[in-house]
């Protein structure tokens, strides 16, 4: 966690920097865990779009791909993450 973190900062990572870290994920079979942690990255716009991504390509061709979420748990009281939980157990290999 940083010091400066905040839901309310306005940094954010792109959809595209999203995409090209799942293209990377793709083309790097060596690779066997995606481990996604910062203050909470859940809030970031692509972090569905992320887990969702790297979830198919485990359910489709990278069966032993490990998706690991380093969520602090206040992230759940934010508004509009009322169904992270549900998200994430649905995307739980």
């Given amino acids: ?3 400066e973190s905040s839901p309310l900062r306005k940094e ?3 959809d ?3 995409q090209r870290c799942l293209t990377l994920l793709r083309n790097s079979p060596d690779v066997d865990t995606l481990d996604i942690t910062g203050g909470a990255p859940e809030l970031n716009s692509g972090f569905r779009a992320l887990v ?3 979830a ?3 359910d ?3 069966p032993n791909l490990r998706i ?4 602090n748990l206040t992230v759940l ?3 509009g993450q009322e169904n992270l939980v549900d998200f994430l157990a649905d995307k739980k290999s």
């Avoid at 690991?68 to 969520?71: F, G, K, Q, S, Y």
């Fill in 1 to 3: 966690c940083h010091v």
């Fill in 12 to 14: 954010m990572m792109s």
């Fill in 16 to 18: 595209e920097v999203v």
């Fill in 52 to 54: 969702e991504g790297a």
């Fill in 56 to 58: 198919e390509l485990r």
């Fill in 60 to 62: 489709t061709k990278r």
């Fill in 68 to 71: 690991i979420d380093r969520c």
């Fill in 77 to 79: 009281l934010e508004p």
